[in-house]
């Protein structure tokens, strides 16, 4: 009797600590639905406040150049000057109203960069602005043409003394205590040039200006011909018909006679016999003769 009483006073024992831990249990999870309903009302409230602590986001618009526009390939209405085939996409419009497509306007630029007498472009005597056409053009072809702008806008020019590079490198020194050492920056030539002489330089102070040999028997030849030297550029012109007024590639105007600024000497504006000549050559030609 003694250990059932016991039995059952333990048993009586237990149940009052299993409700004691029902209870816990419940008021654990009590305590989490709480935790979880108060951090399903904060969660909201910290992104709220992230979203007005941002910067706004300002989009800007996109800069539209000639490289990333889209090429659209429909007829623009007009033919080229050139190849007279109609025009597709891209035109260049010279100042004199005619138009040109980008491959003849770039082989307009190309043959400019390699005769002087084509440069600058011209379109019915008009200079075709280079600005209009250097977006379709290559690297190499702007620097060639940059350079050659250089080149041909110096009269008297100074290339390298080297036969075998013969780069240009600047104008003539004209000073009377030397003149400028020129080091050509071709990277397999680097050879120094007398910006006076035009000869090579032999790289001290002890250089002297000697007259070339070929340039001499040149200017004797010219003497002896009856050619005019100009006196922009230097270059020999042979005067074969027409006037004395003498207009050189360079720009330069002069009489052929005497050498001097067009309009500064007293000398006689032509020779009747070259002008009677010119005449009769001209009809020769007229008739198929010539």
Partial sequence: METQE???????RTVP????TESEDS????????ASEESAHQQ????ISRLLDSKPIIARPTRVTLQN????????????????????SVEIRAPCGHYYDIGCATDLFQSATRDETLFPPRCCGQNV????????????LITAFQQKKAEFSTLKRVYCSSPTCSRFLGPVSEGIFGGRVYSCPAPRCRRRTCGKCREQHSGDRTHVCRPDAGATQVLELSRASGWARCPGCSHMIELHLGCFHTTCRCGTEFCYLCRARWKTCECPQWDEQRLVVD????????????
């Avoid at 016991?6 to 009586?12: D, E, M, N, P």
């Avoid at 909201?44 to 992104?47: D, L, N, Q, S």
């Fill in 17 to 20: 600590t299993k409700r004691t």
């Fill in 27 to 34: 008021t654990d999870e009590e305590d989490d639905g709480i």
């Fill in 69 to 88: 526009m889209p090429v659209v390939d429909r007829p623009t209405g007009h033919n080229c000057v050139i190849c007279t085939d109609p025009i597709h």
């Fill in 6 to 12: 016991r039995t059952s006073g333990q048993k009586a």
């Fill in 44 to 47: 909201p409230r910290v992104r």
């Fill in 129 to 140: 602005p280079f600005g209009r056409i250097r977006p379709h053009l290559s690297p190499a």
């Fill in 279 to 290: 005449e009769e050559e001209a009809e020769d030609e007229w008739h198929g003769l010539g």
